[in-house]
């Protein structure tokens, strides 16, 4: 079993920068693959970026490539995203997953945090 907990969410004006963090707890929790998802009001949830349980593989959506960074620290189980450049759709709520494959489908996680909103002001 591994619990996620989201932080970091808020509001930020657009062009505006901000970092969300994911920690994880519970067994071998540093050794599963982990990715970010979003979803906005009446819309479906969204892969956003996933990476490989070492941090050396990642993955990004196409709308946010160049702006977005995702990266983790196991030695403090935090998953993290960098989020830079943001535009007002970018608003959604964001959640951390957890899971052994590496794979931009939600379908592929079991664990998933709670989630944190972000909220891009134009």
């Known amino acids: 079993q591994v619990q996620l907990v989201e932080s970091g969410g808020g509001l930020v004006q657009a062009g505006g920068s901000l970092r969300l963090s994911c920690a994880a707890s519970?067994?071998?929790?540093?050794?599963?693959?982990m990715g970010w998802f979003r979803q906005a009001p009446g819309k479906e949830r969204e892969f956003v970026a996933a990476?490989?349980?070492?941090?050396?593989?990642?993955n990004y959506v196409d709308s946010v490539k160049g702006r977005f960074t995702i990266s983790r620290d196991n030695a403090k189980n935090t998953l993290y995203l960098q989020m830079n450049s943001l535009k007002p759709e970018d608003t959604a709520v964001y959640y951390c997953?957890?899971?052994?494959?590496?794979?931009?489908?939600?379908?592929?996680?079991?664990?998933w945090g709670q989630g944190t909103q972000v909220t891009v002001s134009s």
């Open positions: 997953a957890a899971d052994r494959l590496y794979s931009g489908d939600p379908r592929e996680y079991r664990y």
């Open positions: 519970g067994r071998a929790s540093s050794s599963y693959a």
């Open positions: 990476i490989n349980w070492s941090g050396g593989t990642t």
